[in-house]
T-cell receptor, first 109, second 114 residues
Framework: KNEVEQSPQNLTAQEGEFITINCSYS?????LHWLQQHPGGGIVSLFM???GKKKHGRLIATINIQEKHSSLHITASHPRDSAVYIC???????????FGTGTSLTVIP | DSGVTQTPKHLITATGQRVTLRCSPR?????VYWYQQSLDQGLQFLIQ???????AKGNILERFSAQQFPDLHSELNLSSLELGDSALYFC?????????????FGEGSWLTVV
């Protein structure tokens, strides 16, 4: 059983569509990251959340601590958004980060 | 640039061989994490070091070992390599306390075992 569940696993969208990727986790956390991994391998952290909502450009991330759930939204999607998006959480009682299996997003022009 | 440096970027080696992957964490970060990402799997946690000491262990094979040196750089040693060990190996670092909530990844080391 994976402590961090992401959905969907794969997502194909038309350019301009609104996209949502979901992440659920099973225990209390101190932080949640949304990571982006482009083809070629590099991983960057898009957001770090411990509560509420953050926005950066066309990307919005929300977290509901009580429901142990986070969403990443992409508005007006663009082909350059095509990447794997990974949810990562840091447990309250540990130092490790646990990762979802990722959502592979393809945005078609 | 995350500030985490990994070498080598690419490595091709034969089965049965041993390789060492190196990671320099972000300046000031005491925690170093190693992850394996195979083609068909997500990021798998291998091991974490904090200020030179092993802090947490994940699904790391006995053929693999790691250490963190006094200057905080870390090395991941992979021995008796098998074809299935071909993967992208990431190093990440994080800071102390709440700074540990922020994690930075290196660009990864591509290992191909032939």
């Amino acid at each position: 059983k994976n402590e961090v569940e992401q959905s969907p696993q794969n997502l194909t969208a038309q350019e301009g569509e609104f996209i949502t990727i979901n992440c659920s986790y099973s225990v209390g956390i101190s932080a949640l990251h949304w990571l982006q991994q482009h083809p070629g391998g590099g991983i960057v952290s898009l957001f770090m959340l411990s509560s509420g909502k953050k926005k950066h450009g066309r990307l919005i991330a929300t977290i509901n601590i009580q429901e142990k759930h986070s969403s990443l939204h992409i508005t007006a999607s663009h082909p350059r958004d095509s990447a794997v998006y990974i949810c990562a959480v840091r447990w309250l009682n540990g130092n490790q980060f646990y990762f979802g299996t990722g959502t592979s997003l393809t945005v078609i022009p | 640039d995350s500030g985490v440096t990994q070498t080598p970027k690419h490595l091709i080696t034969a089965t049965g061989q041993r390789v060492t992957l190196r990671c320099s964490p972000r300046s000031g970060d005491l925690s170093v994490y190693w992850y394996q990402q195979s083609l068909d799997q997500g990021l798998q946690f291998l091991i974490q070091y904090y200020n030179g000491e092993e802090r947490a262990k994940g699904n790391i094979l006995e053929r693999f070992s790691a250490q963190q040196f006094p200057d905080l750089h870390s090395e991941l040693n992979l021995s008796s390599l098998e074809l299935g060990d071909s993967a992208l190996y990431f190093c990440a670092s994080s800071g102390l306390g709440t700074a540990g909530n922020t994690i930075y990844f290196g660009e990864g080391s591509w290992l191909t075992v032939v």
